[in-house]
Antibody, heavy 114, light 108 residues
Framework: QVQLQQWGAGLLKPSETLSLTCVVYGGSFSGYYWSWIRQPPGKGLEWIGEINRSGSANYNPSLKSRVTISVDTSKNYFFLSLSSVTAADTAVYYC????????WGQGNLVIVSS | ESVLTQSPGILSLSPGERATLYCRASQSVSSSHLAWYQQKPGQAPRFLIYGASSRATGIPDRFSGSGSGTDFTLTISRLEPEDFAVYYCQQYGSSPPTFGGGTKVEIK
């Protein structure tokens, strides 16, 4: 049974860097992508980007200049970094595994406020 | 980027009724790489359908998907109380993957 657990800071000030971590338990990971998705309060889902075990990453063009996704395959961890955050980055951030997104983490609410 | 438009925005139905949700893409979806997810308040989305019509593991057979090209449908044959939620379609055939705006299925 694949399970994802995620964590990270929940309150940031404008211009700071958002950092989240996700760990994947169980399952076989070869050939799959590990993704980050976000959801502003009361709104829909936005794909942020993805990475595979070899470290090849793809990003949403709308966020590409500020996003870095990385992976530590030895521990089945992957990471999201989003720089220069503003209030518009306030959202629940989810990690997810597979293509399509078969398994999801529990979500982290990240609030950007001065 | 492929834009997905879901309709209706809100669907008001009673338990036992049939629900039909639509998802239209601005570009043809490659190899029917179209998925559906269900989301309840305060929860992460739940994976329902992939390849436009294949149910994910453990998904009841009252959920069915159909369509190809630019027009897709999710049908719930008989609504159970636990099916009232928001449903999202997603295309994963072209980059970036994109989601529709969602359809809320609410109790009438």
């Amino acid at each position: 049974q694949v399970q994802l657990q995620q964590w990270g800071a929940g309150l940031l000030k404008p211009s700071e860097t958002l950092s989240l971590t996700c760990v994947v338990y169980g399952g076989s990971f070869s050939g799959y992508y590990w993704s980050w998705i976000r959801q502003p309060p009361g709104k829909g889902l936005e794909w942020i980007g993805e990475i595979n075990r070899s470290g090849s990453a793809n990003y949403n063009p709308s966020l590409k200049s500020r996003v870095t996704i990385s992976v530590d395959t030895s521990k089945n961890y992957f990471f999201l970094s989003l720089s220069s955050v503003t209030a518009a980055d306030t959202a629940v951030y989810y990690c997810a595994y597979g293509s399509p997104l078969n398994y999801w983490g529990q979500g982290n609410l990240v609030i950007v406020s001065s | 980027e492929s834009v997905l438009t879901q309709s209706p925005g809100i669907l008001s139905l009673s338990p036992g009724e049939r629900a039909t949700l639509y998802c239209r893409a601005s570009q043809s979806v490659s190899s029917s790489h179209l998925a559906w997810y269900q989301q309840k308040p305060g929860q992460a989305p739940r994976f329902l359908i992939y390849g436009a019509s294949s149910r994910a593991t453990g998904i009841p057979d009252r959920f069915s998907g159909s369509g190809s090209g630019t027009d897709f449908t999710l049908t719930i044959s008989r609504l159970e109380p636990e099916d009232f939620a928001v449903y999202y379609c997603q295309q994963y055939g072209s980059s970036p993957p994109t989601f529709g705006g969602g359809t809320k299925v609410e109790i009438k």
